[in-house]
């Protein structure tokens, strides 16, 4: 199994335009980036049969959560022969492990020098770095995070902060010393809010041999600019030839603002939460400017009673399953009916339509029409950018967001 990263176009404004390449049994899987991985709870993409996921077309890659398999011990999955990919029938796809919940990262009791505890649906449990590592063994995935020690104190002392860097940093080298060949290591990043030990963290990671790199934005701040300004300290101080995954920024404005400052992996957990809330996704990177305010919302709300009798697909010209042979009305209907094919339809046209947004950010990056078509999503859909904008130049003059 080989895993390589192709580096195609980068710009001085920090943007990045790659392939993350899998060859495993002369199967090729090609990611291009910036992209994002599906999202898996219990090992499946909420809402969605293998069958479901399978007519999302640009969808390549999930992202897998050990904490979802060990509420018993041994893990029953750990007892398969033939790997994660076949227990969970993701052959197609390129599989990433870790070990928390991304998009639902509870804080529960402290981790130690020896294990990270997590939370299950029994309850919270312990792993310690060789049973991560003899998971990891067992289920040959095609990339995994290292065991990190993960803050999710509101007011970190300092000398917990290194403690988690160097935690971090002794599991990694035990990762790398004792997986097997052809699984492949993401090095996590840590140092909370702390400039010093995110760049301290950042530099040690970089000189491991690592695949790519994780960098975790919950808990760091309220606002996608506050977390993207904790962030940068770390991204700053990576190599440009191995890719950076990020949790913690999942709206389209966080995707963009994240984009700009050289991300190039994101999960779909907003997803999933927009679908659970009953939105339907309707944003655009190619959106044009329109005096109907209605027609300028990131999602519409499918509890409303105003689309009982509308009979438009969810987005006109989607070309997703729901949008070509489902309504509105009929989507508002199963909800208030407490009907489960609602999610199901939801969650193919917000997984179909957020993937198609990351396709529109590949292009606008090759074509050099990015930070433009930025500008204009944020001019359309609120006002927060100019804020944004006017917080980044303060914090860093050398780089000004959104500028042609």
Known sequence: MSLRFNLLKTSEKSLRLGKLISIKNEQKIILDTPNCLAYTGRGCVPHLTPDNLHNIPLVEAVNVTLEHFIDVQPPPSTQFPDGIHKFLNFEEYLVFIDVRDSGNLKPVSNNTDKYVSVYTCHGVRQVMSDSYIEYMNIYKPDVFASLADKITDEVPSLKRIKKS?????????????????????????????????????????????????????????????????????????????????????????????????????????????????????????????????????????????????????????????????HTRAYIHHLLNTHEMLASVLLMSHNLFHYTIFFKNIRESISQGTFFSKAEQFFKIYGDGFKQEKQEKEMIDSSTIILKN
């Open 165 to 325: 860097v160097d935690r971090t940093l002794k599991w990694l080298d035990d990762a790398l010393n004792n997986v097997k060949v052809g699984i492949h290591v993401f090095g996590v990043l840590t140092g909370h809010n702390n400039r010093e030990e995110r760049i301290r963290s950042a530099q040690e990671t970089a000189k491991r041999n690592v695949s790519g790199f994780v960098l975790n934005g919950n808990f760091l701040g309220n606002t996608s600019r506050e977390r993207i300004n904790v962030l940068k300290s770390s991204l700053d101080n990576l190599p440009s030839n191995k890719p950076r995954l990020t949790y913690g920024l999942g709206a389209p404005e966080d995707i963009l603002l994240g984009v700009s400052e050289g991300i190039d992996l994101f999960d779909t957990h907003y997803a999933v939460k927009m679908t659970d809330a009953g939105h339907a996704f309707t944003f655009s990177l190619d959106v044009k400017n329109d005096l109907d305010s209605s027609k300028n919302q990131k999602t519409i709300n499918l509890w409303n009673t105003n689309f009982c009798d509308d009979t438009q697909p969810l987005l006109v010209g989607c070309q997703c399953y729901s949008c070509q042979n």
